[in-house]
């Protein structure tokens, strides 16, 4: 089950990542306010999945249960990391259009 915990914190992180950038750079900045919303849903189903999980492990090791605690951790870093990238890849974007694709002055 932890696997599937990694594995989980991954593909929010990069669906977080990928939904963010895509809405902002498509629809303009402020929609990148709708990834906070997904950021929040992601740590939510993180919690509620680490409670059901810390729950099962009651009779495991309790150095079972710290690497599960840190796991769980990992995965809220790995979530709130991806929307800061996604944020400051689209300033970098922003930035790179701005200076490759100069309109002519006329």
């Given at each position: ?11 929010g ?45 009651m ?17 809220e ?27 002519p002055?006329?």
């Amino acid at each position: 089950m932890i696997e599937f915990v990694i594995l989980l914190g991954i593909i929010g992180g990069w669906l977080i990542f990928a939904s963010t950038l895509f809405l902002m750079l498509a629809l303009g900045k402020m929609w990148g306010l709708l990834g906070i919303t997904l950021l929040i849903a992601g740590i939510e189903i993180n919690h509620k999945l680490k409670t059901k999980y810390m729950k099962a492990v009651m009779d495991y090791s309790p150095r079972a249960k710290e690497l599960a605690m840190h796991i769980f951790e990992m995965n809220e870093l790995i979530l709130m990391s991806s929307y800061v990238i996604a944020l400051a890849l689209y300033a970098v974007l922003q930035k790179y259009i701005e200076i490759m694709i100069k309109l002519p002055t006329v």
